[in-house]
């Protein structure tokens, strides 16, 4: 396992990550505390130091979880975590994509980091961001002045930002790394799936100042190469949020990926996984993961070599024609269009609601 530095700090990050909602959420099975915390040591095992929890994770289960697993060598690893939903006003609301509400309020904000301390057993947090801030929160001095208020304080080490749960959020993003200078920015980002992500790790790249955590590092699942045009989901899967189109035309992207991993002596799950590292802003990769084959698998791609340069730009290519496959843009979320910036995806076509001019839509890739 290799490890990389925050900017500005000492806070270290195996390449790949675990996070701990694969565990507690109850989206990918359910685990009694026993078998969760085989698989965290498991992971620890590997290589793995940098874990990432939710306080809205099962309630709070992800930080218990966690206590659990490295109470006994707690300086040795790197726990991230995330405030701002209010499951304590609100224990049952949230149901799948469903949000419950925010509190942006400084005394909840404290007071959250406070319970989440207590919860695993530390007495400082290495990096604590704002979950799923959206349009109105990254104005809000309050947040970002209570989160550095805390660090101060030595409860926490650095403070950031996540995105989501959707894809989308750019400009909330750009002006997260560009304006508020945070030092952890959580996002999704794949290689089928490489916008805003990208955007924002460009950004990151440019100022210096930010590290990146990747989730959704393999589109649901679609980069484990472990689907077929049968795979059905159950209906407590996160997956089914998905419409039927996204694993067929998943599935014919696949196909023009096959050189990335055959005969290479990695398995596409791996190469997806190295093409997120190919950026030097990003520090950390969260598969989901919640079985020891997947875990063995993903932990080991951080001793793999590098992508090459050709590597790259042939994905890129790839990218800019949607692989080959005509669809339209998901539903983002968020502020995706401003005026004075023209960005947008790298696979365009006309009447897409981004800037700029495109290829016409018949002929911005083959059907």
Do not use: C
Request: net charge negative; hydrophobic share 35%.
């Amino acid at each position: 396992m290799k490890y990389r530095t925050y900017p500005g700090t000492d806070i270290r990050a195996s390449e790949v990550g675990f996070g701990l909602w694969t565990l507690a959420a109850g989206w990918w099975g359910d685990f009694t505390d026993e078998q969760a915390v085989a698989l965290l040591h498991r992971a620890y095992d590997l290589g793995i130091t940098l874990y990432d929890s939710g306080d809205t994770y099962g309630n709070g289960r992800a930080d218990q979880l966690l206590r659990q697993a490295f109470g006994d060598r707690r300086d040795r690893v790197t726990i991230t975590t995330k405030v701002g939903y209010d499951f304590y006003g609100h224990p049952d609301a949230r149901r799948g994509q469903q949000e419950i509400p925010h509190n942006a309020d400084p005394a909840f904000i404290r007071m959250a980091v406070e319970k989440s301390l207590e919860r695993m057993g530390t007495d400082v947090l290495d990096i604590v961001s704002y979950h799923n801030a959206h349009e109105e929160h990254v104005p809000n001095d309050e947040i970002w002045e209570t989160l550095q208020r805390l660090q101060d304080e030595g409860k926490i080490r650095a403070w950031g930002a996540a995105l989501g749960p959707s894809n989308g959020y750019l400009f909330e993003g750009l002006d997260l790394v560009r304006n508020r200078g945070v030092r952890n920015l959580q996002l999704i980002n794949n290689v089928l799936e490489p916008f805003p992500g990208q955007i924002l790790t460009e950004a990151a790249e440019r100022t210096g100042q930010t590290g990146i955590q990747v989730r959704v590092t393999h589109s649901s699942g679609m980069l484990e190469g472990k689907y077929t045009a049968d795979t059905e989901f159950a209906k407590n899967d996160h997956r089914r949020h998905r419409p039927r189109s996204w694993l067929i035309n998943g599935l014919r992207k696949l196909e023009a990926l096959r050189w990335l991993h055959e005969g290479r002596g990695m398995t596409l799950g791996q190469a997806a996984l190295k093409w997120l590292l190919a950026s030097p802003a990003v520090m950390t990769t969260l598969p989901n993961i919640y079985n020891v084959e997947q875990l063995e698998e993903f932990a080991a791609a951080s001793d793999l070599p590098d992508l090459s340069a050709d590597d790259l730009e042939r994905i890129a290519e790839l990218q800019r024609t949607n692989f080959g496959v005509h669809e339209d843009h998901m539903r983002y979320k968020g502020t995706m269009v401003r005026d004075g910036e023209p960005l947008g995806p790298v696979y365009r076509y006309a009447d897409d609601g981004f800037p700029g001019a495109p290829a016409a839509k018949e002929t911005a890739a083959a059907d």
